[in-house]
C-alpha cells in the first residue's frame, strides 16, 4: 500500500469535512493553555525556567495559574519569542487591538 501524505489525504476529505476540522485546529491554538504553548516551542519546564528567569517549581505552578497578569503573560510570550496581542472580537464584527496606555 503507498504511503500518502498528510496534505494530500485532507485535500480529498470533504468539504465540508475541511472546513470543521479547519475550526477544531482553530479553537485548539486559540485554547492553548501555557504548558501547552510551553511544549509547542519544543522547551521542558526547565529550559523554560532559564529564559523566565525563575526556578522550575516556579514554572510549573505557573503552567497550573487559571488566572494570571498580563503583564505575566507577556513576559512568557516574549521568552519564548512572540508578541503579545489582545483583540477585543464584538458580536457585529469589529474587532479592536487593545494595547497599553503610554508610560
Request: hydrophobic share 35%.
Amino acid at each position: 500500500m503507498p504511503r500518502m501524505k498528510f496534505k494530500q489525504l485532507r485535500d480529498e476529505l470533504p468539504e465540508e469535512i475541511r472546513r470543521k476540522l479547519d475550526r477544531e485546529k482553530q479553537k485548539t491554538i486559540e485554547e492553548l493553555p501555557i504548558n501547552r504553548l510551553r511544549e509547542s516551542r519544543h522547551l521542558t519546564q526547565e529550559q523554560f525556567a532559564e529564559l523566565l528567569g525563575m526556578a522550575q517549581p516556579n514554572v510549573s505552578r505557573l503552567e497550573r495559574q487559571t488566572d494570571m497578569h498580563l503583564s505575566t503573560l507577556e513576559h512568557i510570550v516574549e521568552a519564548l519569542g512572540g508578541k503579545l496581542e489582545i483583540r477585543a472580537n464584538f458580536p457585529d464584527g469589529e474587532t479592536v487591538r487593545l494595547s497599553r496606555p503610554a508610560a
